[in-house]
C-alpha cells in the first residue's frame, strides 16, 4: 500500500475508496470499465464505491454513454474529508463524554451502595488516595497527627487545602506536641487563619495518625512515624469503625489544648 492510499484512508476512506479516487485523479475521466482496469478494483465493488465517493462530494458524474467519472479537485478532496473527520470526531466525543457520565454515575451509586470495605493502601499509593478523600470532602475534615507530619503534609497537600478551604470545608485537627523540643509553628498558623481551621494540641504522645473525610471515610495509617509515602494506610467506609474512630477524635479533642506548649513562630 503507498502512501498517498494511507493518507486517504487516514482521512476516512476505505481502501477501495481511496484507490478508486486515486485512479480517477490521475485521469481527466473514465468509465466504470477504465477504473476497473486501472485500478485492479472489480466492477462490483467500484459500483456501490462511486455512489459513496458521489455522497462524499469526492466525485462527479457526467452523464454519457456511458457514464464517466471524474475526481474533484485535490485540495478540495482533502479540505472536504478533513471537514468530514472532524464532524466524525466531534460525533464521536459527544457520545463519549456521555458514555463517560452515563458510567461514571453508575460507578458512583454502585459505590454508594457498597460499604464496609477495608482496603489496605501500598505505601506508594497512600498520599494519592489521601488526596482523593480530600477533594471529595464537602463538609468535613478531622485529623490526628503529629506535628511533624502534619507540617510534612501541609507542604505536599497545600493546593488541596486551598482547595477545600475554599469549599468552606470545616478542618478539626489534632496535633502531638513533641515534649521538650521546639519547632516551626509557621504551618499551623496559617491553617489556624483559615475561618474553617481549628487546631489543638495535646501533650502527649499520639501513636496514630487517622483522618475521618466527612464522617464517612477514615484513614488509619499503619506507621505514624514513617514518612507521607513510607507507610501502608488502612482505608475504610464501614460505618462501626468510622463511629469508633470519630468517638476517640471527640474525646481527645476535648481533652486538647487550645494553645501549644511549645510554640514558636
Known amino acids: 500500500m503507498d502512501d498517498d492510499t494511507k493518507t486517504l ?11 478508486t479516487y486515486l485512479t ?20 462490483t465493488d467500484l459500483y456501490r464505491t462511486m455512489t459513496d465517493l458521489k455522497e462524499f462530494s469526492l466525485i462527479e458524474k457526467i452523464i454519457g454513454n456511458p457514464n464517466k467519472y471524474k475526481a474533484t479537485p485535490i485540495r478540495q478532496t482533502i479540505k472536504q474529508l478533513i471537514k468530514n473527520k472532524k464532524k466524525e ?5 459527544k457520545k463519549a463524554t456521555k458514555l463517560a457520565n452515563k458510567l461514571e454515575k ?6 454508594q451502595n457498597i460499604q464496609n470495605r477495608f482496603i489496605l493502601i501500598p505505601s506508594k499509593r497512600t498520599p494519592i488516595k489521601i488526596a482523593e478523600s480530600i477533594d471529595r470532602s ?3 475534615i478531622d485529623l490526628i497527627v503529629s506535628l511533624q507530619r502534619f507540617s510534612r503534609g501541609f507542604d505536599v497537600f497545600f493546593e488541596k487545602l486551598e482547595r477545600s478551604w475554599k469549599k468552606k470545608v470545616k478542618w478539626r485537627i ?8 521546639t519547632y516551626s509553628y509557621s504551618n499551623v498558623n496559617i491553617c489556624q487563619r483559615q475561618a474553617t481551621c481549628e487546631v489543638r494540641f495535646l501533650p502527649s504522645p499520639i501513636n496514630t495518625a487517622t483522618g475521618i473525610y466527612d464522617q ?10 514513617a514518612g507521607l509515602a513510607d507507610s501502608p494506610a ?20 476535648i481533652t486538647s489544648l487550645k494553645e501549644p506548649k511549645y510554640a514558636k513562630d
Do not use: H
Open 138 to 140: 464537602n463538609k468535613t
Open 234 to 253: 488502612l482505608w475504610t467506609d464501614n460505618r462501626s469503625l468510622i463511629s469508633l474512630v470519630k468517638d476517640y477524635f471527640e474525646f481527645l479533642w
Open 106 to 111: 453508575k460507578t458512583i451509586k454502585e459505590t
Open 174 to 181: 489534632i496535633l502531638e506536641i513533641p515534649p521538650g523540643k
Open 89 to 93: 470526531t466531534n460525533e464521536i466525543t
Open 9 to 19: 484512508m487516514a482521512l476516512g476512506l476505505t481502501l477501495v475508496q481511496a484507490k
Open 24 to 43: 480517477l485523479a490521475s485521469a481527466e475521466a473514465l468509465t466504470i470499465k477504465e477504473i476497473s482496469k486501472a485500478s485492479g478494483i472489480p466492477r
Open 216 to 225: 464517612k471515610e477514615v484513614f488509619i495509617i499503619e506507621n505514624p512515624k
